[in-house]
Protein backbone atom coordinates (compact mmCIF):
# COMPACT_ATOMS: atom_id res chain seq x y z
CA UNK A 1 0.00 0.00 0.00
CA UNK A 2 3.16 2.41 0.75
CA UNK A 3 4.41 1.79 -2.75
CA UNK A 4 1.33 2.98 -4.56
CA UNK A 5 0.88 5.98 -2.72
CA UNK A 6 4.50 6.81 -2.95
CA UNK A 7 4.07 6.38 -6.85
CA UNK A 8 1.23 8.65 -6.53
CA UNK A 9 2.71 10.84 -4.87
CA UNK A 10 5.82 10.88 -7.36
CA UNK A 11 3.06 10.93 -10.26
CA UNK A 12 1.72 14.27 -8.73
CA UNK A 13 4.98 16.37 -8.13
CA UNK A 14 6.28 15.39 -11.87
CA UNK A 15 2.72 16.50 -13.40
CA UNK A 16 3.08 19.98 -11.41
CA UNK A 17 7.31 20.18 -12.09
CA UNK A 18 6.08 19.82 -15.92
CA UNK A 19 3.89 22.58 -15.67
CA UNK A 20 6.05 24.91 -13.80
CA UNK A 21 9.37 23.98 -15.08
CA UNK A 22 10.20 24.41 -19.06
CA UNK A 23 10.89 21.84 -21.03
CA UNK A 24 13.70 20.49 -21.94
CA UNK A 25 16.32 19.79 -24.77
CA UNK A 26 15.11 21.66 -28.07
CA UNK A 27 12.00 22.66 -26.80
CA UNK A 28 13.98 24.28 -23.70
CA UNK A 29 16.20 26.54 -26.21
CA UNK A 30 15.11 30.25 -27.11
CA UNK A 31 13.40 30.69 -30.64
CA UNK A 32 15.94 32.08 -33.12
CA UNK A 33 16.39 35.61 -34.39
CA UNK A 34 15.90 34.52 -38.31
CA UNK A 35 12.73 36.26 -38.92
CA UNK A 36 10.77 33.74 -41.53
CA UNK A 37 10.54 34.62 -45.17
CA UNK A 38 6.93 35.81 -46.10
CA UNK A 39 5.28 33.07 -48.07
CA UNK A 40 4.37 34.92 -51.94
CA UNK A 41 0.49 34.97 -52.24
CA UNK A 42 -1.17 32.26 -54.16
CA UNK A 43 -2.66 33.40 -57.17
CA UNK A 44 -5.91 31.66 -57.83
CA UNK A 45 -6.41 30.89 -61.48
CA UNK A 46 -10.26 32.20 -61.48
CA UNK A 47 -9.22 35.45 -59.95
CA UNK A 48 -9.22 37.33 -63.19
CA UNK A 49 -12.12 36.93 -65.40
CA UNK A 50 -11.61 34.78 -68.81
CA UNK A 51 -10.74 36.65 -71.82
CA UNK A 52 -12.56 36.07 -74.95
CA UNK A 53 -13.31 38.00 -78.02
CA UNK A 54 -15.00 41.07 -77.72
CA UNK A 55 -18.69 41.23 -79.37
CA UNK A 56 -17.20 43.49 -81.66
CA UNK A 57 -14.90 41.09 -83.28
CA UNK A 58 -16.98 38.29 -82.38
CA UNK A 59 -20.02 39.89 -84.85
CA UNK A 60 -16.93 41.11 -87.65
CA UNK A 61 -15.91 36.90 -87.80
CA UNK A 62 -19.49 35.59 -88.06
CA UNK A 63 -21.01 38.75 -90.58
CA UNK A 64 -17.66 38.81 -93.12
CA UNK A 65 -18.93 39.31 -96.58
CA UNK A 66 -16.08 36.72 -97.63
CA UNK A 67 -17.87 34.26 -95.99
CA UNK A 68 -21.24 34.14 -97.53
CA UNK A 69 -20.73 32.49 -100.46
CA UNK A 70 -18.74 29.12 -98.57
CA UNK A 71 -20.53 25.94 -97.58
CA UNK A 72 -21.36 25.55 -93.66
CA UNK A 73 -18.47 22.94 -93.30
CA UNK A 74 -16.09 25.62 -95.24
CA UNK A 75 -17.71 28.74 -93.10
CA UNK A 76 -17.09 26.75 -90.04
CA UNK A 77 -13.34 25.92 -90.74
CA UNK A 78 -13.07 29.98 -91.52
CA UNK A 79 -14.54 31.07 -88.18
CA UNK A 80 -12.07 28.67 -86.35
CA UNK A 81 -9.10 29.84 -88.19
CA UNK A 82 -10.46 33.48 -87.47
CA UNK A 83 -10.76 32.61 -84.08
CA UNK A 84 -7.22 30.56 -83.90
CA UNK A 85 -5.55 33.97 -84.99
CA UNK A 86 -6.82 35.93 -81.92
CA UNK A 87 -5.78 32.92 -79.37
CA UNK A 88 -9.56 31.75 -78.81
CA UNK A 89 -9.85 28.37 -79.09
CA UNK A 90 -13.17 27.53 -81.16
CA UNK A 91 -15.16 24.45 -80.67
CA UNK A 92 -14.71 23.25 -84.39
CA UNK A 93 -17.25 20.35 -85.34
CA UNK A 94 -18.74 19.32 -88.24
CA UNK A 95 -21.32 16.52 -89.79
CA UNK A 96 -19.41 13.35 -90.43
CA UNK A 97 -16.30 14.69 -88.37
CA UNK A 98 -13.44 11.73 -87.07
CA UNK A 99 -15.35 11.95 -83.38
CA UNK A 100 -18.92 10.95 -85.10
CA UNK A 101 -17.27 7.62 -86.48
CA UNK A 102 -15.63 7.63 -82.28
CA UNK A 103 -19.91 7.35 -81.92
CA UNK A 104 -19.39 10.86 -79.78
CA UNK A 105 -21.54 13.67 -80.77
CA UNK A 106 -20.69 17.13 -79.89
Known amino acids: ??????????????????AMLPAT??????????????????????SKPWTGPSSADARAIFRAEETMPLTPVQRERRFAVEFAAR??????????????ALGRSA
Open 25 to 46: GKRRAEPSAVPAEPCAPTVAPW
Open 87 to 100: GVEYPYRYPDDQFS
Open 1 to 18: MRHSIARALVACLRLILA
